[in-house]
């Protein structure tokens, strides 16, 4: 059974801070991974997917890596702000259908 | 556009009743995959479908457990017998088709099982 695990499982910074947010998986044989928030009482919201073939990908302040070799993917955050408080979920794809997923990552940013 | 669209947004429902859950994907998306979340725990996979072809049903954690799709639109999960282990939000996705596309979640129902 393929596992994913996102450290840290709470973070908490101030306004402004460069955050990176970690998931490992242990799939050698990952199809794609795709990054998502999720806020309280709501469904997931997509924020960037990375193919295996691809080493990184870039929207706004988002940038996701992807390195099949050592089984990670970082969410590097820039210049974060107090809306982008959230649960961060990555979401890995295999062999299979489903995407597995991570326990998530509970950020909050201050003011 | 619109998204993916679940109703009811809330159920609460008594120990062995039947509850059916029902997901409008985005037009046009082939796929469509049920999870559910539970308090405190991840998303779990439970059932996916694919234009016409045979549902991966593996994710399904009993046989009380049961999904449906017409064709390549509306989708209804149905559990029976309801247990308060069955209480978690059920999330529906859809996708442009399997494998490479994003996978784009409705808001989910939260099922409460008393």
């Known amino acids: 059974k393929q596992e994913v695990t996102q450290i840290p499982a709470a973070l908490s910074v101030p306004e402004g801070e460069n955050l990176v947010l970690n998931c490992s998986f242990t799939?050698?044989?990952?199809?794609?991974l795709q990054w998502f928030r999720q806020d309280p009482g709501k469904g997931l919201t997509s924020l960037l997917l990375?193919?295996?073939?691809?080493r990184e990908q870039t929207s706004g302040r988002l940038n996701a890596s992807l390195d099949k070799s050592s089984g990670r993917s970082t969410l590097y955050i820039a210049a974060s702000q107090p809306g982008d408080s959230a649960t961060y979920l990555c979401?890995?794809?295999?062999?299979?259908?489903?995407?597995?997923f991570g326990g998530g990552t509970r950020l909050m940013v201050k003011p | 556009g619109a998204g993916v669209s679940q109703s009811p947004s809330n159920k609460v429902t008594e120990k062995g009743k039947d509850v059916e859950l029902r997901c409008d994907p985005i037009?046009?998306?082939?796929?469509l995959y049920w999870y559910r979340q539970r308090l405190g725990q991840g998303l779990e996979f439970l059932i996916y479908f694919q234009g016409n072809s045979a549902p991966d049903k593996s994710g399904l954690p009993s046989d009380r457990f049961s999904a449906e799709r017409t064709g390549e639109s509306v989708s209804t999960l149905t559990i029976q017998r309801t247990q308060q282990e069955d209480s978690a939000v059920y999330l529906c996705a859809s996708s442009l088709s399997e494998g490479r596309h994003e996978q784009y979640f409705g808001p989910g129902t939260r099922l409460t099982v008393t």
């Open positions: 799939d050698s044989a990952i199809y794609n």
């Open positions: 037009s046009g998306h082939t796929a």
């Open positions: 979401g890995e794809k295999g062999a299979g259908n489903m995407l597995t």
């Open positions: 990375i193919q295996s073939s691809q």
